[in-house]
Structure formats: C-alpha cells, structure tokens
C-alpha cells in the first residue's frame, strides 16, 4: 500500500491486505480512527479546547461510540442526531445543537443541551424565551466574503448593533450567551486567512458596542477545516493565536468549541470497485458509482490491487466512471487508466465523510451498512 492513505492507516485497515471478494464495497477503518480520536481528544484537552463531533459528517454507531468514550462532545443538526447522539452514550448536556431542523423529525428540542446556535435574531429571541435550560443560547455569524445563506450577516454597523442588543437582552434574563462561526470549508492553506476573519468579526461587533465580547461565555468555531488545519488548532502556532486571542479580547469565555467531522473520518473510509469495461478517450467504467460516492472530490485518490499491494494511480487524462447511465457518474478526472484492464480491483480513497453520511437519509442519523464487529462496513 503506497500514497498517503498508508501514512494514515498503515497496516490496520481492512482493506490493507485486499480487497474484499465482492464489489463495490464501502469499508471504515475503525481502529485507526480511534486513535485520532484520541490523539485530537488529548490535544484539545490540554488547550482547553471542547470537540464537538460532527455528527453529519458520518453517523455511524459505532463512530459515535468511539467518539464518546475519547471523550468528545457531539454536533447535531436535527432532533434524530440529537436522539442518536444521546444512544451512543451522550448526555444531553454534551450535546451542541444547530442549523434549521433542531426539532425534525423528532417535532421537539430536548432540554438542557450544552448550547443552542441560531441563525437570525428571531430564532436566538424564541429560543431564550422557550427557556429549555442550554447552558448557551448563541447567534451564528455569517463568515465574512463568503456566499452563503447560514448565519447573520454583520456586514454593517446596524446590523452589528442588532446583534448586540438581542445578546445585551438575553444576558439581561439571566441567559449565558455566545457566538458561533461556520466557514465551510477552511483548508490549512487558508487557515491564517480563517483566523483574521473571526478576528475582524469579533472586533467589529465590539466597535459597534464596546465591551460586548465581555458578556460573551462560548466561542464555537464551527467545523469545515482538513486535518492539517485541525491538527494545527490543536498542537501548533494557530490554535495558539486563536486562545491568545481570545483570552485577550473574550475574557468570559469558559467554553470553546470546535466540531470536527471531515478532518476526523475522512481518511478512513474507502469505496472498492471493480473495472467492467475500457471505453474510447481513456475512460474506464467500474461497478461503483455515484450511489458510493455521492460526494464531489476534486483528485480523489485511486489506488489499483496489483502484485499483492495497492498502489495509488498517478495522474493522467483518463476518466473513471460509474455503472450508471448519468453523464455526471464520474468518479475520477485527470488519472493515468492506461495500465487499467476488466477485474483489476479499484480503490477509492478519502471516502469515510459525507460519501458515507449522503448514501443514507441525510440528517437522520441513520446508515446502510452494517459493522462485522469492529472492523470494517460494507
């Protein structure tokens, strides 16, 4: 096995020692997840640092029980994932709870959650006064420069004010509040870019009123970043910067929060395939498909089964694509197919996140496949 899903998962993988017999196939990698976990749980531990689990990203039982005995919180996005988090073993309390489906499909938000984020003023307000007992009731902002429909817009100094007097309110009533920040996606090339932009809402907010971020008790950083980014949030100069900052310029805030999900699961998930046919252009179809790997991946890693080792395919103007009829079952670009022949054995790799999560009812909390002990999924 060569390329960097080996440097992830060395020998523990179940697909390391090959392929399975039958395809296409979905496998997880259990066990090196679990030390991830761990590894990122100790690090954020000793920066005081909570990790909320993304449950979207892969809501796998058996993810989220490892996810809760290394010690993280959990991240949901719907009632079903809240009640799927409490089943794996979380307190409602450890629980954070966002996004527009808080009370799908379960038709109510179960009390006493670590903290309730809301998108507009509105929702912040109706949620204060439904007084469900969160430790926190936070406003998401919508992250600067950045087209999206999440979050409160604080481009102006009005709309700045607003957010202050609705924070200002519920203090008043006795409510912890905070602030949340989502960028989706937030590669470690960009992290110093992510940084200065959370600084830059911080500081307008509080040039719009002055001593604002004193009132404010919880940070959440929202997730979107690769695992370079969150590995350094958690051992290196930019989780460094952000907790001088904040304890700088957030001096009540007691709880920071992150939610990982892609940048914990991503690498140990892959999708085994098997080449059916060579078509003209360099294009080869295989018997996985978009059903797989619904997901978009830009230069996935596609490694072939060849003198009892994986070896990554190298770059090329070859196309692999799915067993539908869709023009859009394309699941690799830009790769070297020469070499490719019927019955060699694909795999695709970086296919533990949201291919896993979207092959399912999204947001359900549910999935298809089944675990064979602690091993693999297929």
């Known amino acids: 096995m060569t390329g960097a899903l080996a440097a992830h998962h060395g020998g523990s993988a179940p697909w390391a020692s090959g392929p399975p017999s039958g395809t296409p196939c979905a496998l997880f990698d259990l066990r090196g997840l679990d030390q991830r976990l761990r590894d990122c749980a100790a690090g954020a531990e000793a920066r005081d640092i909570t990790l909320a689990y993304s449950i979207k990203t892969n809501p796998m039982p058996a993810i989220l029980r490892q996810a809760r005995a290394a010690g993280f919180a959990a991240e949901a996005i719907s009632g079903a994932e809240v009640a799927a988090a409490v089943t794996a073993g979380f307190r409602p309390d450890q629980i954070v709870l966002g996004g527009v489906a808080k009370s799908w499909p379960t038709g109510s938000i179960a009390p006493g959650l670590m903290a309730s984020l809301d998108d507009t003023l509105d929702g912040f307000a109706a949620g204060v006064r439904a007084s469900r007992g969160h430790r926190y009731h936070c406003v998401r902002l919508r992250f600067p420069a950045v087209g999206s429909r999440l979050g409160f817009d604080t481009t102006t100094f009005d709309q700045r004010e607003r957010l202050a007097t609705a924070l200002l309110d519920a203090r008043a009533d006795g409510v912890p509040v905070g602030l949340a920040i989502h960028e989706h996606n937030v590669p470690i090339a960009r992290a110093e870019a992510w940084l200065t932009g959370i600084r830059s809402m911080l500081n307008g907010l509080n040039h719009a009123h002055p001593g604002i971020l004193g009132i404010i008790e919880c940070l959440d950083l929202g997730g979107g970043y690769d695992a370079a980014c969150l590995d350094d949030l958690l051992w290196g100069d930019l989780g460094k910067a952000l907790l001088e900052y904040v304890q700088d310029r957030v001096p009540r805030c007691r709880t920071?929060?992150?939610?990982?999900?892609?940048?914990?699961?991503?690498?140990?998930?892959?999708?085994?395939?098997?080449?059916?046919?060579?078509?003209?252009?360099?294009?080869?179809?295989?018997?996985?498909?978009?059903?797989?790997?619904?997901?978009?991946?830009?230069?996935?890693?596609?490694?072939?089964?060849?003198?009892?080792?994986?070896?990554?395919?190298?770059?090329?103007?070859?196309?692999?694509?799915?067993?539908?009829?869709?023009?859009?079952?394309?699941?690799?670009?830009?790769?070297d197919t020469a070499g490719l022949v019927p019955g060699d054995r694909l795999m695709f790799a970086e296919a533990g996140a949201y291919d896993w999560s979207m092959r399912n009812a999204f947001g359900t909390a549910t999935v298809i496949e089944t675990i064979p002990g602690d091993d693999a999924a297929a």
Not at 296 to 307: A, E, G, K, L
């Open 256 to 335: 920071l929060i992150l939610e990982p999900g892609k940048s914990l699961v991503q690498a140990y998930g892959a999708v085994i395939g098997t080449v059916l046919a060579l078509h003209p252009d360099d294009e080869v179809c295989v018997d996985a498909s978009m059903a797989e790997l619904p997901w978009p991946m830009s230069r996935r890693p596609v490694s072939v089964w060849r003198n009892r080792r994986w070896t990554q395919i190298g770059e090329g103007t070859g196309t692999i694509a799915g067993r539908c009829t869709a023009e859009t079952d394309i699941l690799a670009t830009s790769v």
